[in-house]
Every structure is written in structure tokens, then in C-alpha cells.
T-cell receptor, first 111, second 114 residues
Framework: GNSVTQMEGPVTLSEEAFLTINCTYT??????LFWYVQYPGEGLQLLLK?????DKGSNKGFEATYRKETTSFHLEKGSVQVSDSAVYFC??????????FGRGTSLIVHP | EAEVAQSPRYKITEKSQAVAFWCDPI?????LYWYRQILGQGPELLVQ????????DSQLPKDRFSAERLKGVDSTLKIQPAELGDSAMYLC????????????FGQGTRLTVV
């Protein structure tokens, strides 16, 4: 079946550091890929998405590129802020794909 | 701002009892999802509706779980009887259409079975 694998957390960074959260997927064909963010006490919110190979999704300084050759969708941000502290989920969906999420990666940013 | 409403936010129940969760999606959203999220894990899809029809319930434990969306608007997820292993966050989400469009999530119902 389809699956999404994320790097384990927590990821702990200082403010203004560079962020990478790795995500790889297993699926037949070409699903759409998503990053969701969950702030403490809140529901999941869509952060960005990409619907086909080589697409780059971006939002709020975060970006991720759909890499078909490596089946990856790594999340990056050039300079993190304390307010970025949250849990980040990578997911695949679209068409006939059952929406499938990774386990989540907790990000902690220190001042 | 429109949002997905869920109730209750928290529920404590004894094992073998029945429990029900309610979800009201964003108005006009045809697709509704119920997910279960165990602490430290990602959401797992339980059931997906398109209007009032079930699109996918392959991961719904049908011996004890049931879900309905009778008029294609709000939805109820029921567990009977509840087991200790059902303790989790139950999330509802909705989207305009099926496919690669944004799903909007509610804040969830935290279930504790004692």
C-alpha cells in the first residue's frame, strides 16, 4: 500500500537557522503531495502542496519540491522563527489515493 | 472565517460503553473525512464520504465503528463498544471536492477510554 515516511523528531533549532524536514513516499503512480502543520491545541492546517513532478509548493517562507526520481518532498525554510514551532506532517492524496499521512515531525525553535 | 466544527472536544468513557462524535463541515464541502490520530503518529483515514455516500471505509473497524452522513452535510462517528485501544484524537476534515485540493481540519475530539 501507499506510505509516507518522515524523519523522526524532535528537530531542535535556534532562531534564524535553516530547516530541512525529510519526507519520502511510496505509491504507485503520481499522487499529490502536501505538508500540513499542527500548532499546539489546534487542528491541522495546509502549509503547501504540489500536484505533479517538479512542482514547487511554497508558503510563509517554507518550500518543498516534488521529486519523482527520489520519491521525496522535503520541507525547507531558510530562516526559522520561534513561531514556527509545531508538528509538521507530510501527506499524499488525490484521485484514487487514500489520503495518507506521515507520523509527523516536531519542530522546536529556540530564541 | 468558515471552519470545521467538531464536538465534543474531549470525551472520557468507560470501556464497553458507546460513544459518538459529531462533525459539521464547511458549508458546501462535498467531501468529508474522519481520521484517527494516535499520540505520536499521523492521522489515519477511517472513512471518506462524498456527499452522503461512503467512498472509502476500508480502514474502519466495522465490528465496532460506524459512520453516517445522512443528508450529505454533518456527520456522526460512533464506537460501540469502546475499547481501551480506541483512546486517540478523532479528526474530521472536509474539502470542496475529492482530489488534490486543500482539506480543512477541525480541532478534533480527544477520546480517553478508561
Amino acid at each position: 500500500g501507499n506510505s509516507v515516511t518522515q524523519m523522526e523528531g524532535p528537530v531542535t533549532l535556534s532562531e534564524e537557522a535553516f530547516l530541512t524536514i525529510n519526507c519520502t513516499y511510496t505509491a504507485t503512480g503520481y499522487p499529490s503531495l502536501f505538508w500540513y502543520v499542527q500548532y499546539p491545541g489546534e487542528g491541522l492546517q495546509l502549509l503547501l502542496k504540489a500536484t505533479k513532478a517538479d512542482d514547487k509548493g511554497s508558503n510563509k517562507g517554507f518550500e518543498a519540491t516534488y521529486r519523482k526520481e527520489t520519491t521525496s518532498f522535503h520541507l525547507e525554510k531558510g530562516s526559522v522563527q520561534v513561531s514556527d514551532s509545531a508538528v509538521y506532517f507530510c501527506a499524499l492524496a488525490g484521485g484514487s489515493y487514500i489520503p495518507t499521512f506521515g507520523r509527523g515531525t516536531s519542530l522546536i525553535v529556540h530564541p | 472565517e468558515a471552519e470545521v466544527a467538531q464536538s465534543p472536544r474531549y470525551k472520557i468513557t468507560e470501556k464497553s460503553q458507546a460513544v459518538a462524535f459529531w462533525c459539521d463541515p464547511i458549508s458546501g464541502h462535498a467531501t468529508l473525512y474522519w481520521y484517527r490520530q494516535i499520540l505520536g503518529q499521523g492521522p489515519e483515514l477511517l472513512v471518506q464520504f462524498q456527499d452522503e455516500s461512503v467512498v472509502d471505509d476500508s480502514q474502519l473497524p466495522k465490528d465496532r465503528f460506524s459512520a453516517e452522513r445522512l443528508k450529505g452535510v454533518d456527520s456522526t462517528l460512533k464506537i460501540q463498544p469502546a475499547e481501551l485501544g480506541d483512546s486517540a484524537m478523532y479528526l474530521c476534515a472536509s474539502s470542496l471536492v475529492d482530489g488534490p485540493t486543500e482539506a480543512f481540519f477541525g480541532q478534533g475530539t480527544r477520546l480517553t477510554v478508561v
